[in-house]
Nanobody, 115 residues
Framework: QVQLVESGGGLVQPGGSLRLSCAAS????????AGWYRQTPGNQRDLVAS???????NYADSVKGRFTISRDNAKNTVYLQMSSLKPEDTAVYAC?????????WGQGTQVTVSS
């Protein structure tokens, strides 16, 4: 059973940077995809970034140019590097990793952008 552990959330000022980590435990074979969703205080839920097993990335228009998703295969960890953060980025961020046909989810981590 794969378990995902998220870290890196917290409070940051507008314009600041933050890196979220999503570390997977257990054996991972045939990695297919990973990504990050976020849920705002108004309960809007959106996919903000994704990455395929071949390394292709995709981003929501609202974060493109500011966020970068990557994966360290040796550490089985997916990252979300966030820069030029805005108050509207405030949300609970949750990661997923898809292995073969099963999708695993992290517990979510709070990101608050405020001065």
């Amino acid at each position: 059973q794969v378990q995902l552990v998220e870290s890196g959330g917290g409070l940051v000022q507008p314009g600041g940077s933050l890196r979220l980590s999503c570390a997977a435990s257990g054996s991972i074979f045939s990695f297919n995809a990973a990504g990050w969703y976020r849920q705002t205080p108004g309960n809007q839920r959106d996919l903000v970034a994704s990455i395929t097993g071949s390394g292709t990335t995709n981003y929501a228009d609202s974060v493109k140019g500011r966020f970068t998703i990557s994966r360290d295969n040796a550490k089985n960890t997916v990252y979300l590097q966030m820069s030029s953060l805005k108050p509207e980025d405030t949300a609970v961020y949750a990661c997923y990793q898809r292995v073969v046909t099963t999708t695993y989810w992290g517990q979510g981590t709070q990101v608050t952008v405020s001065s």
